[in-house]
């Protein structure tokens, strides 16, 4: 039983938290929700300097090769400093390469996303679906050596900058052979058409239109039609790594509200000698504690290569909530000044609500956790 | 025990409906948007038509331009107008000022402002937080000091609700620093074209500017333009909040009945994830709570209502209903999100966005709610002294 | 708009108060959850001098004539000073007679009733179903004059005292006719078999057998096969009585903790100065508050001959949950010593449990308020 | 990061389990029932047999009858008994005295108490709070008296856990009147059977006999048994009380993971008005959410225990682990009792009792876990004081 990180992991920490604290001030994030693009050349740049796009890529392929949970470190640090930009969307796709692709697909793609000079997204919710993957519509049909797709995406993150879409679909063979895929559809087709969504979070999500876009059958990630299993571990890993930059989000709302309430004074005396807001403050930290030790639970098991498909319902469950309660209670400490758009918080709490849904929220995770104990 | 309306009131109702039906309060321009306190948004228009009908100043004396009727029938004016969204936001805040006014206000103040309000001709902001006097007032440190004929007011106000749209503001500011602190405050009646303030708006975090900041440098205020006493500023203030407090919140039920007859229509007519969300057991119990909570919300605003009829202190049961009102709200935005799933994150107008984003906007406007004008800590705190008599810390 | 009681129905708490407060002492309500019987003998003579058990008889029949409201006003003093013994499940039988009752059944019961000489109950729940009344399977077969009862009910208050259990039976015709119907039981007859159960409040309920009771086709309440209206009817109307009962118990707890915490000193100070308790102590009236008033209007509509079922519904299911949530706040502020069986505090805690399931708990009303709301 | 166990927990793991599987926990008589805690019930005869197995002393030092491990192993051995519904409750509030006799004992102390504690020989109680003292232990009104070669005791405690059972207590009692109230306490080893020593046990309100009030009339404690330093028996305490917050909380995932399992088999099985539980929507959320939390609960404590095998202090994380391990109790115990409905109220051995009535006896039970051993509130004002710094009010 060992709960602490390793050295190279807290060394990791050290330099993500003080590179963001410096080049990521709090108000570049908030002028990157109102920027159309929504991150500067300049960060990712700097980012790709420091190998971070490369973590979790092989050595051979140009990457550090460090395990998922150092991954979860570097995004714990991310959520901690509302990195803004498309590397959890492109991560997100990295590991879908990187779990399912074939040798050549690494070989093509990994190298150029360790430099920085690729950008992945992932294409799966589709209107009025969310993770519910039977009940994805979106479809690729067999045509020659091509398959051809149509169909619509919503809340696809960063379509706009994305090289590669790694698209969920419903494929059909020629042969009769049905099932679900993913397939490495070019961000840049033209038979793609993206419409920008304007969102709580101040991410940049889309509604994404395949017109009879058409991909290579070597742009299947693995198996054809074999695509379920593969999505349904995407969506575990992209749901560990959301809960991980949620653990940092929740750790920031609260190192603010602690801050403040030691220093705000009302009635001669700092607020946070009042019960209440010692008890709020309690609360929130109970809850921190707790979803930080399921992800890492999550995250280990993920890391090791253990089934972790409960723990990660389990840890996306309850983190959905708890990120919530944790921003709700930052709130009632700060009063009114935490409700101003210039503050720092809600850069939090609008993300916790987005988080919350991102990779399925609560109940979704649940009803998986029910059949899980036996239900 | 008598729940009906009288039939004055249900007659008046019928007429407000009336009115609204024939005159659709969302055709009126808006400055504010609904901003989720139950009331709807901020509309000099509507609220300049309203004066017309004599409804805005339903229980003032006639002499000052009021109707000379109850404060329930005001009440269900304002409950009626809430159920169909209209925009009383400009003007069911300065219920506070005009009830001071009516209170302890000189024969001057009370012909020079009163008529003017109960038309609608001018709108009033409230300024008692600053910066360093948030949940505690006593730490006000704006000055007014006397000279000649006037006071001379220095000093900042923070989160006065539309003070960037209103016409006048009471603000409360020092007028006796030697004094324990509670004994040196009065309230003064601000025109926002004095010179020497200045306002600016405040966004906040729905992306609404409905709070603005108010800088007083040097501003000359009449003598005649003190309200009350001079350094019995605390009492009126408290007396005023009490009634803030209620009017502010008291119309929760009526405006979010709105809101969860939308949200059952969009269960009724949606699926996701390939079910039908009519059939989802959670859902179905979680509005059907919500449901009962609306009717607690309206239960109690209704008992205020009926104490305030009769002239009668509501200290602690306005903070009954501004707490239960507030949370409640926050708990139907939540619901309201649960409900439209993830895509409810789409806060544009593309048809992508649910319900008219609406409950995104409730979802970040409420959490404001159960902070401004007291925060429920504040509240809670009341019931439990004014309420329990428990013990002071 | 009125939310005052009349000068009549503050006298009627003011007696009831005083009379409890005297002969009804907590020790002895201890000791009545001990006890076989469950009430003396005494204090239900004391009632009946005082007329309660003729409370809602009309006048004609020797009772009081008073309204619905009235007897609202007297169950909550009853809730309050956690009176014992079958006062409330008689009363719900005395209601089926007085809504449902032939002429006759009301000159051969109703008198007795208000003299205090017959003790009714309500026979409706069965292992495995509540109040679903569609569900319920004791049935009752005519047999020339007679009805055969055959059937096992649960749950049944003071069966062992009952002069008069109204059961309520699917009926089944020679004609084919058939449905649900109330039938007026002997309860003393020897083919009904009693078993007492332990309960967690130490009311006396019971396991009742009707091994082929035999009651004639004129103890039916009512028109036979008609009577699941008759029971929705009398559902509701012991669920608002039941809310009655449990706003009393709610206050007797906010004032027993009020008084606690005003009086009980730890750190130099009465907790009740401290802000936890404070606000433990408000959310406990807010709670109150509103069980108070929507039960309040679900009484009145009732009161008036208003429909009233949709509001009993939610007074019920609100005042279930709001009533549990006022006893645990009471016990956090009670610490330790409210924790012992021979403080008064466990007497409103079980209580308020046993109340939240009786006429069906919150998600039992919820299910019926998401009908009356369009879902 | 590393959550597996290490070889040699799970071989002692692996032994725990083959022993409750051969000596079934329930064949062996308890005095005191399960009663919620998580870990099982009060049984002499059982704690015995853990003696003779050594897994009562796994970590304490070898010349004192231990075995020489570590917490992590001892953590591990109750976690598995635990599961098992092994009766733990009379030995495992006593880790807190043996941690407190192995830190601050004498020579004498150790080897006098701790082997017998090791054998199962003698049960300990844990004297602190009074009437006027629970919270608040400064105001602790015992007495302590120096009389030659002895102390004399005067006073009475309440709350004890199983004192009426028990065959030694720990007794904090006011040696110097005169100095502040922090600095004037010590603790004592008291055997029970001292002239002087009257013990009522307490009805909860659960029915059950588990606490008990002492009565100290003139009671004759020879010096040798002074735990720790004369007057500073309260750093002492606060330190045995950081580990009686964790032991006697830390095993609520393993026990009530049971609870759960029978949950789950019961609603499997099971219909209600006329509709199989497992078609319940919201009781598959609720219990779902409850095996989420078992399972933060379960890190939590694992947390804590691996910062006390560190040696490491757990001042807060302790009031975590409380906290959240007694108000989870409480809500399996609420779910329990809506999974099984109204029949749920029937607590006899009757055939319409569910689950054995351990729901209904639970419900009633854990109300008392937030209260005792320090209520949520205190533990609350811990965490905020210790956990994040913030200043005392």
Known sequence: ?375 | MDFRFSDEEEKLRAEVRDFCEKEPPETFPCEIEDEGYGFGGWSRAFTKRLGEKGWLAIAWPKEYGGLGRTIMERYVAAEELAYHRAPQYGHLFGDAVGAGIVTYGTEEQKKEFLPQMARGDILWATGLSEPGAGSDMLNTATRAVKDGDDYVLNGQKIWPTGAHLADWCLILARTDPDAPKARGLSTFLIDMRSPGVVVNPIIDMAGAESFAEIFLEDVRVPKRLLLGQENRGLPLVFGCLEGDRFWGRCLRHAGSKKDLEELVEYINQSSYDGRRLKDDQVLRDTLAEIAIELEVSRMLNYKAAWLLNQGASISWESSVVKVFADELGQRIAHVGLQVLGPEAQIRDNSRWARLRKRFTFLYNFNRGLSLAGGTSEIQRNTIALRGLGLPRS
């Open chain 1, 1 to 375: 039983m060992d709960f602490s990180f390793s050295e190279e992991q807290e060394m990791l920490r050290k330099i993500a938290r003080d590179f963001l604290a410096t080049e990521c001030p709090k108000d570049l994030v908030r002028q990157m929700a109102r920027d159309e693009k929504g991150f500067t050349d300049d960060l990712w740049n700097k980012m790709a300097e420091l190998g971070w796009m490369g973590l979790p890529v092989p050595e051979k392929y140009g990457g550090i090769e460090g395990s998922f949970l150092d991954v979860v470190v570097l995004l714990e640090e991310m959520g901690r400093g509302a990195l803004p930009g498309p590397f959890f969307s492109s991560l997100l796709g990295t590991l879908a390469v990187l779990h399912f692709g074939s040798d050549r697909q690494k070989e093509d793609l990994l190298p150029k996303i360790a430099r920085g000079d690729l950008v992945l997204t992932v294409a799966i919710s589709e209107p009025g679906v969310g993770y519910q993957t039977s009940a994805l519509q979106c479809e690729a049909v067999a045509d020659g050596s091509d398959y051809v797709i149509n169909g619509t995406k919503l809340l696809v993150e960063n379509a706009h900058v994305a090289d590669v879409v790694v698209c969920a679909v419903r494929t059909r063979d020629a042969s009769g052979g049905q099932g679900t895929s993913l397939l490495l559809v070019d961000g840049k087709d033209p038979s793609i058409s993206l419409t920008p969504l304007e969102t709580i979070a101040g991410d940049k999500q889309f509604h994404v239109n395949f017109n009879g876009v058409r991909a290579p059958q070597s742009s299947v990630l693995g198996e054809v039609n074999k695509g379920h299993e593969y999505l349904e571990e995407l969506l575990a890993l992209g749901a560990v790594a959301k809960c991980a930059e949620m653990v940092g989000a929740a750790q920031a709302a609260m190192d603010l509200t602690t801050d403040y309430v030691k220093e705000r004074v009302q009635f001669d005396h700092p607020i946070g000698s009042l019960q209440s807001i010692q008890h709020h403050c309690a609360n929130m930290k109970i809850d921190l504690e707790g979803m930080r030790y399921i992800t890492y639970l999550a995250a280990w098991k993920a890391s090791e290569g253990l089934p972790f498909r409960k723990e990660a319902a389990m840890a996306k469950a309850w983190a959905s909530d708890a990120c919530i309660r944790i921003t709700n209670l930052a709130h009632q400490c700060h009063g009114a000044i935490g409700f101003c758009e210039d503050h720092d918080l809600p850069l939090y709490s609008k993300r916790a609500k987005a988080s919350e849904w991102a990779f399925g929220g609560a109940r979704f995770h649940r009803q998986f956790v029910a059949q899980e104990i036996g239900l």
